[in-house]
């Protein structure tokens, strides 16, 4: 015989129909409550934003983290040089006129950088370069020596003594003068300044003509791999193509 305790019946439970009845006569029959099977849920629009704020919490500390360990290699390999890119290499033509529009120092004035190769140091090591200059249809060499303690240095004084025998020729004018350059791969890019330009303008194509090729010759010969030069004049390309094009590079064979 069944208790006559209030009690709670399951399906697995379940009495039969007369019996049934007879326990709901007696107050003994409960029915089942749908609370104790199924849980409250919270509605679907509170789970999608719990479940979307749980992916971006997770993705914001994952990329924070690798953020973190990124920028540490970064340093490590800054702080042994492993990671250092040269400051003069360059991959577009808008890098190259940025570059060659940055300001410098001011060039010595004629003879000095000749002048101040050739003397003595204290201290440091020298070069020994060969300028070409064009004598009628040929070119006659000159030897001076240079500081060695950077390539970029070098190639600035031997292009330096280079326009200072041109303008003891008359082929440059005082006013001549190149800004700055630098070297990328067997190009050599070369600003200069407005006196530049005239002086070309001035001299005509056969006189520009032996004078750039003797300025290719000279960097070609003692900076390899340079067999190629391309002028800018005060940062920009030159658009003129009278009495000389230099809207595209000046080359010759290292060593002609």
């Known amino acids: 015989m069944r208790p006559s305790a209030r009690r709670k019946w399951k399906t697995d439970d379940e009495p039969s129909p007369r019996e049934k009845r007879e326990m709901i006569a007696r107050g003994e029959w409960q029915e089942e409550d749908e609370d104790d099977e199924v849980p409250n849920r919270a509605p679907l629009v509170f789970r999608l934003l719990a479940w979307t704020s749980l992916v971006v ?3 914001a500390v994952g ?7 990124f920028r540490w290699l970064d340093n490590r390999a800054d702080s042994s040089g492993e990671n250092r890119i040269p400051a003069n290499v ?9 570059l060659l529009s940055q300001p410098t120092q001011a060039q010595p004035g004629p003879g000095a950088a000749e002048t101040s190769a050739s003397l003595p140091q204290e201290q440091g090591t020298y070069v020994s370069v060969t300028i070409s200059i064009p004598d009628g249809n ?3 060499t000159r030897q001076i020596r240079c500081s060695g303690a950077l390539r970029e240095d070098t190639m600035k004084q031997t292009l330096a003594a280079y326009m200072d025998a041109m ?29 530049f330009l005239e002086s070309i303008k001035a ?10 090729t003797g300025m290719v010759k000279t960097m070609a010969d003692n900076f390899t791999p340079i067999n190629k030069i391309k002028f800018y004049v005060d940062g920009k390309e ?15 064979r290292a060593g002609s």
């Open 57 to 59: 919490i997770f993705f």
């Open 63 to 69: 990329y924070g983290a690798t953020s973190l360990a």
């Open 90 to 98: 360059v991959n577009t033509p808008q890098q190259t006129e940025n």
């Open 138 to 140: 040929t070119f006659k």
């Open 167 to 195: 303008k003891e020729s008359k082929l440059l004018s005082a006013e001549a003068q190149d800004l700055n350059l630098f070297q990328s791969g067997d190009w050599l890019y070369i600003n200069m300044n407005g006196g």
């Open 203 to 212: 001299n005509g194509a056969d006189k520009s003509r032996i004078m750039l």
């Open 238 to 252: 030159v658009r003129d193509k009278k009495p000389l094009d230099l809207t595209a590079p000046w080359g010759i």
